[in-house]
């Protein structure tokens, strides 16, 4: 049973920092895809940032140049650094794992509970 366990929401300012984690287990193999997503009140959920297997990345075009993703494949981590945060990144943050590499929410049949991500102005 894979189980993905997100950590590191919270409130910050305009132009803040944060750092989520997101924690895999009972993987027993590779998935082509695994990726941050994100859902505010009253819209869709949206791919924000995913990873290959051989780290390569893609991200939503609002978020490139202020949020990196990043991987130890030790500590079976996914992580999303997000840097310059504006109150449009305001949501709920979900990590999730697929067959694909893709930032569609429908290739993806593994996810997190999620963790709230406040960006006050």
């Known amino acids: 049973q894979v189980q993905l366990v997100e950590s590191g929401g919270g409130s910050v300012q305009s132009g803040g920092s944060l750092r989520l984690s997101c924690a895999a287990s009972?993987?027993?193999?590779?998935?082509?895809?695994m990726g941050w997503f994100r859902q505010a009140p009253g819209k869709q959920r949206e791919g924000v940032a995913t990873?290959?297997?051989?780290?390569?990345?893609m991200y939503r075009l609002s978020v490139k140049g202020r949020f990196t993703i990043s991987k130890d494949n030790t500590k079976n981590t996914l992580y999303l650094q997000m840097n310059s945060l504006k109150p449009e990144d305001t949501a709920m943050y979900y990590c999730?794992?697929?067959?694909?590499?893709?930032?569609?929410?429908?290739?993806?049949?593994?996810w997190g509970q999620g963790t709230p991500v406040t960006v006050s102005s």
């Open positions: 990873i290959s297997p051989r780290s390569s990345t």
């Open positions: 009972g993987i027993t193999r590779s998935f082509d895809g």
């Open positions: 999730a794992a697929g067959p694909r590499w893709s930032l569609q929410d429908n290739e993806y049949n593994y």
